[in-house]
């Protein structure tokens, strides 16, 4: 800084030569920038007010000035020189592992823990950034506008302004919430209650009615109600949770007949539970699977009440049915937590409750996390740092993709996961003042070493239009010697760095975080940092990170075609209507349909041919037989009964 004022033509002889508030005074005169200035700022509080206490690293400021016991600290400290010596003696065996609790004979650990289980971010190969000192200082009236809102997003302020609701999910994990009922403390209460009930179900102590012990759980639902459970359940089991867990855990999310049918083969019904989560209650294909799945259980004359237990929020279409088909659980989200941001209330606790996980875990990483990406010094706040170098990427070179790669199998599914909370957030036509601004930031990715040998040919020689987030962990539970690494703990980091060097050889950026392990702490630790670099990305972007304007549209379309279909069906049923060699058109003239989307028309007329004796489709229509013929480049229906 002294260099810079000097060349700036700044009167100081040498760095020595400063007196801050005259330093300041240079600094406005010659129009420095303001990073600088508000660093001066602090320096000047600190000098001028012995009792305010302001690190400029975390941001933490303690404000002594009322404390009326203690007139000055300048007195009363060197009173105390005996006990803070010994302070500091102990503070080191404590952090070196010394047995201090002397009547358990333990170490104290937690200083530890969170001083080695916070993730390192290495970005030396994120070209784009050559240094932040130099990029971190241009953005600053965006990081200005990112502290602004963080503020208003955790005092709970309106920021979803198109759906006109505040946003939640940090206030879930915040220990000194400032929303009343939302907290650490309240999501550690909800916790016990939702353990409470699957602890009964997982020992036997509550069964269905056959007196047998329950033996699966059927997850059902989808987006953020089906991601973040299943991100949680892979990071500790890896894909071999089906036959570790007891009792056994499915999951369901789409609309597909042969992968339902599937899991009805291999669970026991009536010793079975359909865990049904969905915040709105009303999402089609999570309520058409509990409905299909409801309807076997009255074929098979079992209760619906023993097998379903529902996740969603208070009064939804959901909740309203599981109070009146008494279902053995229902746990209430709040409507301010996001779908995809939802994985920190109870859409992530019961899956965690019923695989056994400590989810309490998780939450306490997410705080932690939080923590670390409220520090309003950008270089100290590892969600900033990110937000910077990504944006500063987007404008500069124009990359548009993120690649992440998790060295681990833990996190085989974390890129799925993040392909939700980046795109559905950051994915926009219009910015918050309304105006057509598009932008997004398409994410893709997968394990190492695994994806070395699929897209990763392309990323290293082919077009550059990605950057990279690696994701790894240094420590390992087990390993297993092989000749050519040492063993394969060593290969996998052998190919970790190899694959980073050729990434700077072949000039693609990139940053790594490592942590120390794929535990529920670290997995919380790297949700909350992600969340919390896309809320900051949204607001350098000018988006509303938290509506989903894009997916209404499938929906409404859906439910357009849903309702012609139903039509369809029923005018072709009524007077049993035959027709030969008709294209789509001319079956809506035979149908009377005045205005129809001949698109949505010649798919059902197609699925009908194909799928018109299949048991379950097109019920009204039995006894029907229906083809089509592809003549000069257009389909033809027959129909005939
Ligand atoms: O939990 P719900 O309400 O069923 O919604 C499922 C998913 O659908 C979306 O609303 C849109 O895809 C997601 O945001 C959400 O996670």
């Not at 229902?330 to 994985?343: L, Y």
Request: contains cysteine.
């Amino acid at each position: 800084m002294y260099r810079l004022l000097k060349e700036a033509g700044a009167p100081f002889r040498s760095p020595l030569d400063v007196n801050l508030t005259d330093l300041k005074s240079s600094v406005e005169a010659i129009n420095f920038n303001t990073r600088i200035l508000d660093r001066i700022d602090f320096q000047i509080e600190k000098m001028s007010s012995p009792f305010v206490f302001y690190d400029h690293e975390s941001g933490i400021k303690i404000d002594f000035t009322h404390f009326s016991t203690v007139s000055s600290f300048d007195d009363v400290v060197p009173t105390y020189i005996t006990e803070i010596r010994e302070i500091f003696k102990t503070l080191k065996r404590i952090e070196k592992g010394d047995i201090v609790n002397h009547t358990e004979k333990r170490a104290v650990d937690h200083y530890n823990l969170r001083m080695s289980e916070s993730p390192v971010i290495d970005f030396t190969h994120f070209s784009t950034v050559s240094s932040f000192d130099d990029v971190v200082p241009t953005y600053i009236t965006e990081i200005r506008e990112i502290f602004k809102t963080l503020k208003r997003i955790e005092k709970g302020d309106i920021v979803n302004h198109t759906e006109k609701r505040a946003v939640d999910h940090y206030n879930l994990r915040m220990s000194e919430s400032p929303v009343v009922g939302k907290s650490l403390a309240e999501t550690l209460k909800q916790w016990e209650d939702v353990k409470k009930l699957c602890d009964s179900i997982r020992a036997g102590e509550l069964k269905p009615a056959c007196g047998e012990k329950y033996s699966d759980i059927i997850f059902n639902g989808i987006g953020g109600s089906y991601l973040g459970p299943l991100m949680l359940i892979i990071s500790a089991y890896t894909d071999q949770f089906c036959s570790v867990c007891q009792p056994k855990l499915h999951f369901i999310s789409n609309s597909d007949p042969e992968s339902f049918s599937k899991i009805l083969g291999r669970v026991n019904l009536p010793t079975s539970i359909m865990v049904t989560i969905s915040k709105s209650g009303s999402t089609a294909e999570t309520r058409g699977n509990m409905e299909a799945f409801n309807s076997i259980l009255e074929k098979n004359s079992l209760p619906k009440g023993e097998h379903n237990i529902a996740i969603t929020t208070k009064l939804s279409m959901l909740d309203k049915y599981a109070a009146e088909h008494k279902f053995i659980g229902v746990f209430n989200m709040h409507n301010e937590t996001g779908g995809r941001t939802s994985v920190g209330s109870p859409v992530g606790m019961v899956p965690c409750a019923f695989a056994g996980l400590d989810f309490s875990a998780f939450v306490k990483g997410q705080s932690h996390m939080d923590s670390l990406t409220r520090r309003e010094d950008a270089l100290s706040n590892p969600a900033l740092l990110m937000a910077v170098a990504i944006h500063h990427s987007t404008i500069t070179v124009g990359h548009k993709n993120m690649i992440v790669l998790a060295y681990c199998d833990a996190l085989r599914e974390f890129a799925h996961y993040l392909q939700q909370l980046w795109m559905e957030s950051l994915g926009k036509k219009h910015d918050t003042a309304g105006r057509v601004h598009p932008e997004g930031q398409s994410v893709f990715g997968g394990v190492g070493t695994s994806e070395q040998h699929a897209f990763m040919q392309q990323v290293q020689q082919g077009i550059h239009d990605c950057f990279i987030q690696l994701i790894s962990f240094r420590r390992r539970e087990t390993d297993f010697p092989i000749t050519s690494s040492g063993s394969m703990g060593r290969q996998l980091l052998s190919f970790v760095k190899g694959t980073e060097d050729a990434l700077v050889k072949n000039k693609v950026p990139f940053f790594d975080i490592s942590l120390l392990s794929p535990s529920l702490f670290s997995i919380g630790m790297l949700v909350a940092l992600q969340e919390r670099v896309v809320s900051f990305l949204a607001v350098m972007k000018r988006l509303n990170a938290y509506d989903q304007p894009g997916v209404q549209d499938g929906k409404l379309s859906a439910k357009a075609m849903d309702k012609l279909s139903l039509e369809t069906e029923a005018a072709m049923a009524e007077g049993k209507v035959s027709f030969e060699k008709k294209s789509a058109e001319e079956v809506a003239v035979i149908l009377k349909f005045d205005e129809v989307n001949l698109f949505f028309l010649e798919a059902i007329l197609m699925d009908m041919c194909e799928n018109i004796k299949l048991e379950g489709s097109y019920g009204k229509l039995k006894g029907a037989e229906m083809k089509f013929e592809f003549i000069d480049g257009q389909f033809f229906f027959t129909m005939s009964w």
